[in-house]
């Protein structure tokens, strides 16, 4: 199929066919619940799309999961009833269960002095960011000046190549943000797995919805199980995707419609 067939909103009753059982919804944050903006710290959900989302806990169980901390998703999102998954799904709270995800003391004593010496290099950049995540760390960078950030995006490697090449750490990255994260294999994806094997996920059929390269391993995941929705670009990992973030809304009302409508599988 080429990716003008899998546009979500040509595909509705294919879509519809492959939800044979209750659907849960997983929702990535940032670029899909909100508006990619130049400031991390001031993404937020509109309010539309706040309420949508409130009123979808009523038909689903709904996740968001998030490259943030728990707590700086959680006080984003601020709705009960809702699973949530910060660091990547290292970190998972909800009303039912929770779940932290343990990459052992040596690696966070290592994260911290790396985090220390990232701040010395972004210091020399002007819009340049640490974010200390506990767990993880990211090097936000969407304010420096573009070849400004190549250089910063070499001396961050030059600084954690030796320790990826160890196998003390891994480093990816995400839309002008690079990341250190513990060499676990646990990501976006294992954290999905995880989730769908607790009583309130078990046998539904999971949705997923997300823009970045880390959700490409939930879309694995959820391929053989489930329908992926990619938002934007990157539409080669998933069964379906949207033009945008504008379209997340549109579909958050189709969801809603269906719910009503008790078109809905299990
Ligand atoms: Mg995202």
Redesign the pocket.
């Known amino acids: 199929m080429n990716s003008v067939d899998r546009y979500l909103f040509k595909n509705l009753s294919p879509f519809r066919e492959m939800l044979r059982t209750r659907p849960s919804l997983f929702l990535?944050?940032?670029?899909?619940l909100t508006p990619?903006v130049a400031r991390p710290e001031k993404a937020y959900m509109s309010y539309e799309i706040h309420e949508l989302l409130r009123v979808l806990t009523r038909f689903y169980t709904i996740v968001v999961i998030?490259?943030r901390t728990l707590k700086d998703v959680m006080a984003r999102v601020d709705i009960e009833d809702i699973i949530y998954a910060g660091n990547h799904g290292m970190e998972i709270y909800s009303r039912w269960f929770t779940m932290v995800y343990d990459s052992g003391g040596t690696v966070k004593i290592l994260l911290r002095r790396l985090g220390d010496e990232l701040e010395t290099i972004a210091r020399r950049f002007n819009g340049a960011m640490v974010e200390d995540k506990g767990f993880t760390l990211s090097i936000h960078y969407r304010l420096v000046d573009t070849r400004e950030a190549r250089r910063l995006v070499t001396d961050v490697k030059t600084l954690l190549m030796p320790f990826e090449e160890r196998g003390q750490i891994r480093l990816t990255e995400?839309?002008k943000v690079l990341e250190v994260r513990p060499p676990t294999t646990w990501n976006k994806g294992e954290a999905v797995k995880w989730l769908t094997e607790r009583p309130i996920l078990r046998g539904t059929t999971p949705v997923y919805v997300?823009?970045?390269v880390?959700?490409i391993d939930a879309f694995r995941v959820v391929d053989s199980s489930g329908v992926s929705i990619s938002?934007g670009r990157m539409e080669d990992s998933a069964r379906f995707y949207l033009k945008g973030q504008a379209e997340v809304k549109k579909l958050m009302n189709y969801l809603k419609e269906l719910a009503e409508r008790r078109e809905l599988g299990g």
Request: charged share 40%; glycine share 24%; net charge negative.
């Open positions: 990535d944050y940032d670029g899909t990619i998030s490259g995400g839309k997300g823009d970045d880390t959700d938002v």
